[in-house]
């Protein structure tokens, strides 16, 4: 599939763009010139494709424009509490169609042992467990593990 065609499934619907717009910051022209700000929909359908796919944001499809330049506006919009904004708009419209229990709320996560972590009790070495790639102190040579060559070429 190629990054217009991909692209094509993350366009943002006019019904969606109409509740976002007008949440969004306004930016004025620069007087001193530079380069044009990147349209604002683009940006925000450039978001939303990142944040669906998982993908960095210098591999997204450069149809939204410079991967950077959109992960500057994210940065932004997050720091002003643009997102957060948005998802109150959403659960209060929710909220007005369907009803929302705000009496009754519910968390999901989960809490797992870490895969190596051992029993919660057990001693603790009194050594590192790292051994064999110590340094050698001064006026000793290193070993060298059985059936490996030295850098002449000899084998023990």
């Known amino acids: 599939m ?39 929909r683009k940006v925000f359908a450039g978001i939303l494709y990142v944040l669906r796919t998982g993908c960095q944001w210098k591999a997204m499809p450069r149809e939204f424009g410079s991967g950077s330049a959109i992960h500057e506006y994210f ?8 997102f957060e904004k948005l998802w ?19 968390l999901d996560g989960a809490l797992t042992k870490a895969p190596l972590g051992g029993e919660k009790n057990r001693p603790q070495p009194d050594r590192s467990g790292q051994t064999g790639g110590q340094a050698v102190g001064p006026g ?9 060559c030295d850098r002449r070429g000899q084998c023990a």
């Open 75 to 82: 940065q932004e919009w997050t720091h002003r509490g643009l």
């Open 140 to 148: 000793r040579r290193g070993r060298r593990a059985a059936g490996r």
């Open 88 to 106: 109150r708009i959403a659960l209060e419209e929710y909220d007005e169609l369907v009803g929302i229990d705000w009496q009754w709320q519910s």
């Open 2 to 40: 190629s990054a217009s065609v991909s692209s094509e499934f993350f366009e943002v619907p006019d019904s969606l763009w109409e509740r976002v717009e007008p949440v969004l910051p306004k930016y004025r022209v620069s007087r001193q010139g530079g380069r044009p700000r990147l349209p604002l």
